[in-house]
């Protein structure tokens, strides 16, 4: 089983920025492909950024190019989201979640995975 632990959520003023983290536990050679996803209330989940555990290719939803960067500390079993000119719109839990099937792509479009984490809440808000 791999099990998956959000941190770094909270308030935030719009235009300014959060880091978030992914730490990976358990089986953590099951997967390759892992990613931040996002539900706002009343709306549905949808995938913000992946990247491949294997040779770093990553994808952006084009709601957030350019302002979010996701990376990855493989030695530390770590995925991060660096978020910068955080908008209102950008407000919800926010997922980390990972496949050992779905490519990068396919994965966030499809905002479906194996493996969650429990989510932490992202507000920005004046």
């Known amino acids: 089983q791999l099990q998956l632990v959000e941190s770094g959520g909270g308030l935030v003023q719009p235009g300014g920025s959060l880091r978030l983290s992914c730490a990976a536990s358990?089986?953590?050679?099951?997967?390759?492909?892992i990613g931040w996803f996002r539900q706002a209330p009343g709306k549905e989940r949808e995938g913000v950024s992946c990247?491949?555990?294997?040779?770093?290719?990553?994808y952006y939803a084009d709601s957030v190019k350019g302002r979010f960067t996701i990376s990855r500390d493989n030695a530390k079993n770590t995925v991060y989201l660096q978020m910068n000119s955080l908008k209102p719109e950008d407000t919800g839990v926010y997922y980390c979640?990972?496949?050992?099937?779905?490519?990068?792509?396919?994965?966030?479009?499809?905002?479906?995975?194996?493996?969650w984490g429990q989510g932490t809440q992202v507000t920005v808000s004046s």
């Open positions: 979640a990972a496949d050992p099937t779905w490519g990068i792509q396919a994965m966030c479009i499809m905002a479906d995975a194996n493996y």
């Open positions: 358990g089986f953590t050679r099951n997967y390759d492909a």
């Open positions: 990247i491949s555990s294997s040779d770093g290719n990553t």
